[in-house]
């Protein structure tokens, strides 16, 4: 089942497509996520060799959703102690088949030089 976000005006909403439209199942709060449209039906299983640095998109049961760049991964749920709070920037690596959390702070912009 292909899925998909639309962030707009502050909201979230988790459509899936069927019969060939998308169909909003769950609107929630945006929180920090930028305003777009996010395709995790191509989001790729995350390896747990890697580590990942990126914003928490969506999770769901199965799935927690985190984009990297351009790129989207989906790391199991269950190897998590708590659900990450979605917006949020974090570092996700893997110690026994299990995902060690820890905030990660992405700088973007370019500095004065001074």
Known sequence: MKQRLLVMN??????????????TDKVEKALSIKPGIYNIHLAMAANKSKTYDGVILHSDKNFVFQQIGK?????????????????????????????????????IGRSLGR
């Open 10 to 23: 502050g909201q979230k909403l988790v459509q899936s497509e069927r019969n060939g439209e998308w169909v």
């Open 71 to 107: 790129n989207f991964v989906k790391h199991d749920f269950a190897t998590f102690s708590r659900s990450p709070v979605g917006g949020s920037n974090l570092h996700i690596r893997y110690e026994a088949d299990k995902a060690i959390v820890a905030p990660t702070s992405i700088k």
